[in-house]
């Protein structure tokens, strides 16, 4: 009984320390209030990447900075710029050292709601779509590996992962984190969207006859380009070319059906994202019309409803002043997404 | 009482002492004590007897697969000049994956080692494949690639695996950078196209998606004993490469030479043979 206090005291000192709060989390789980438009459903949020506000600045200070390219030259906002509808206006954009790939680099635009990413649809989920910027020759051409390296070296990025992750940048935190970033990227806020929402001011005649016609049977451009995002997300031989040096799809099915189809790109902000087509070989909104109202070159993969239209000049009129009603100049000045 | 030793062997030996002689009513902290005690003695005494009773386990044997790499018979060596098809020939990189591996009983049973992969390279020896019950193995299948669903990499991918997973980021790299999916096998190195006997273009030869999938089997007659696990398989690179004309055709990552693609993996099914020990 001698030792008595002894072990009284042990235990009492065992129970507080065990009431004791543990060691706070480095991780700010605080969540990001990303803004639906309406008529726009919330997008698919991958359960391993819940939105943080954390993970969307941290993806933001990422997509600007030139540190994930191999000469520490050019950023993902090099090509993807935000007055352009995060576009490009050249055909193709040089990566490091000026190198040229072949295709034209897409609007991020609602890229949250895209079921397969790239304009062949080779990337599965946004989560892993960074790889192919960063890594390809002829854009960024850093290996995931190096990349994680110099920002695990930098003396800023580091808290940053752990604010937003708990861990160090990995190549899953990397990736994610910039997927976080293009997942607030939503537009739906142009004139045509407020007509839609009871403000029929918003557009003037022409517009709206350059929508009856887009919508309808004449020019059929919504069976490809509808919904909230202007896309079926489908893959379609436009009949761009009897000969494809790309063979789009194809690329990625290896079947001979596939070849010169590619992504059906969402039309919002389509005035701002000129050059058009997979190549950027259309320079003008104008090139388009008369491309598709041509009914497009011969090619056995051609979309049945690539065919000649007949268009008047003023229909082709009417039809590029309806898509300018689709740009959303809130979305292009937006500070939360601009360079900080 | 400690008569009968001294240390930790004293202690158990006075217990019974106790147990025997001191069981008295004014000892009756200690008596509770070596009841217990008892009590467990006993317990762990029974059950060890109950223990022979149960049918024994079956015998297990761990799995090894181990790939000699070789060029037309030689051994593999990334500072030697090869001639293959009649062009010089220098490898660097010559990397793998096998998956769906199964071992066939005589009777045709299968035993299929679930979500195993192997990223075999040159170095990297003898590899676990998992535990096969002992006996006779006729028959070994496995593909050189990696399954469709994990090709897919729409749920796990190669930046969300554990490092330690074969499939995670590899370097050199075994994914692609501009699809999702994986490199099933890529040999890289350099080929005399001037046929000055120096290699020097690069050769890449890396195949991916899921046409590309390779399924191989062997007659193995393996006899799976306690420590006789490991099997042994040889890699001819010359044989992978047979009747591509290498000082033409050297470069294919599917997409921009799908033929050649096509005649590197219709290739591998000679290029894979099993040492019989």
């Known amino acids: ?340 | 009482m400690a008569a009968f030793g001294a240390g930790s062997v004293s202690f158990h030996y006075e217990s019974v002492f106790y147990l025997k002689l001191n069981f008295k009513p004014n000892n009756m902290r200690s008596s509770k004590f070596l009841l217990l005690a008892l009590f467990i003695l006993t317990t762990v005494a029974f059950s060890a007897c109950n223990k022979d009773d149960q049918p024994t386990p079956e015998e297990k044997v761990m799995a090894g697969f181990e790939f000699d790499y070789v060029v037309d018979g030689e051994a593999y060596d990334t500072s030697k000049v090869y001639t293959i098809n009649g062009t010089a020939v220098k490898f660097t990189i010559a990397n793998f994956y096998v998956g769906g591996i199964t071992f066939l009983s005589e009777e045709g049973v299968p035993t299929k080692i679930e979500d195993k992969y192997l990223l075999v390279t040159p170095g990297s020896g003898m590899q676990e494949v998992g535990e096969l019950a002992t006996g006779h193995y006729h028959m070994a299948q496995f593909f050189i690639g990696v399954d469709p669903v994990a090709n897919s990499q729409t749920e796990e991918d190669f930046t969300s695996r554990d490092a330690s997973d074969p499939l995670s980021l590899q370097f050199p790299t075994m994914h692609w950078s501009w699809n999702n999916g994986y490199k099933f096998i890529r040999v890289d190195g350099k080929v005399d196209t001037d046929a000055d006997g120096v290699p020097d273009a690069v050769m890449s030869f890396h195949l991916g998606n899921d046409d590309m999938l390779k399924n191989l089997e062997f007659i193995i007659h393996k006899d799976a004993d306690p420590g006789q696990g490991d099997m042994h398989f040889e890699f001819d690179l010359a044989k992978a490469l047979e009747g591509i004309n290498l000082s033409q055709d050297y470069f294919t990552h599917v997409d921009d030479f799908p033929e050649l693609a096509t005649k590197f993996r219709d290739n591998l099914a000679t290029a894979f043979t099993y040492k019989h020990q």
């Open chain 1, 1 to 340: 009984m001698k030792h008595a206090p002894f072990y009284l005291f042990l235990l009492i000192a065992f129970l507080l320390s065990a009431c004791q709060p543990e060691k706070a989390s480095p991780m700010d789980e605080t969540p990001f209030a990303l803004e639906v438009p309406a008529g726009f459903p919330y997008p698919d949020i991958p359960e391993d990447n819940a939105l943080t506000a954390a993970r969307v600045a941290l993806g933001k200070r990422l997509f600007y900075d030139p540190i994930l390219s191999q000469d520490s030259s050019i950023s993902c906002a090099g090509c993807h710029r935000q007055a352009l509808a995060f576009a490009d206006d050249v055909p193709v954009s040089p990566g490091v050292k000026g190198r040229l790939g072949f295709r034209n680099a897409p609007t991020l635009a609602n890229v949250a709601y895209l079921e397969r990413l790239n304009k062949d649809g080779g990337v599965a989920k946004l989560g892993l779509q960074p790889v192919v910027p960063i890594e390809d020759h002829n854009e960024m051409d850093l290996l995931l590996q190096e990349a994680v390296r110099r920002l695990n070296a930098h003396p800023g990025y580091p808290d940053d992962f752990l604010r937003a992750y708990g861990k160090e940048a990995t190549p899953f935190t990397l990736t994610r984190a910039l997927a976080s970033f293009m997942r607030t990227l939503i537009s739906g806020n142009s004139r045509y969207d407020r007509y839609i929402n009871e403000d029929e001011t918003s557009m003037n005649e022409l517009e709206k006859t350059g929508m009856a016609l887009f919508f309808g049977e004449k020019a059929e451009c919504g069976n490809c380009h509808h919904g909230f995002n202007f896309t079926d997300n489908s893959f379609r031989n436009n009949g761009l070319y009897a000969t494809y040096q790309d063979p789009g799809r194809q690329r990625i099915t290896l079947d001979a059906e596939d070849i010169g189809k590619f992504r059906v790109p969402t039309l919002r902000n389509i005035a701002l994202t000129a050059p058009y087509m997979h190549d950027g070989s259309l320079p003008t909104l104008e090139a388009v019309i008369e491309h598709y109202d041509s009914g497009g070159s011969a090619h056995p993969n051609k979309d049945t409803l690539i065919h000649p239209l007949h268009l008047s000049e003023a229909e082709k009129r009417s039809l590029i002043a309806f898509l300018g009603a689709l740009t959303d100049s809130t979305f292009i000045t937006n500070p939360a997404f601009e360079k900080e």
